[in-house]
């Protein structure tokens, strides 16, 4: 069974996290971890991305590929925050062209007060924001039980 080695880096409004959602998420395959059904999966790093404009993500990433890390994630915390993350799209680009990584939008399902509150606020209504969210976006039962 092939093994996957994934960071995670959360929004900074987030740091006393403990990580719930993400590490559920992570054991019951939902959300952008359902890429990993039937595959091994190894948390090797999760950190904060030390507020804007994201001064830890080149640290984050070094110590993270020291683990082993193959694939990083971009925790949902900086989809649903309110507002969301404006250098999200700035990170994903960054990391895959400074280490070559795979990157992934997203951890958790969304949960549905956030779907809701973010379809009424308009913010994802810009295409950049479909490629972002789609990994993430679950059926209603689901992102219910992450409220």
Request: aromatic share 10%; glycine share 10%.
């Amino acid at each position: 069974m092939k093994e996957n080695k994934i960071g995670i880096i959360i929004c900074d409004r987030y740091r006393r996290c403990a990580g719930g959602k993400c590490l559920r998420s992570l054991r019951l395959r939902e959300g952008a971890f359902a890429q990993y059904k039937n595959m091994d999966v190894e948390l090797v790093g999760y950190t904060t991305c030390e507020g804007c404009p994201g001064g830890n993500i080149e640290y984050a990433v070094d110590e993270m590929l020291k683990n082993g890390a193959q694939i990083i994630h971009l925790a949902t915390g900086l989809i649903v925050g309110y507002p969301p993350c404006p250098h999200i799209s700035y990170f994903h680009d960054f990391i895959k062209a400074r280490y070559g990584l795979k990157v992934v939008y997203g951890t958790h399902p969304i949960p549905q007060k956030y779907f809701l509150m973010h379809q009424k606020l308009g913010t994802w209504d810009g295409s950049e924001w479909g490629e972002i969210i789609q990994p993430t976006l679950t059926d209603e039962a689901i992102r219910l039980s992450y409220d």
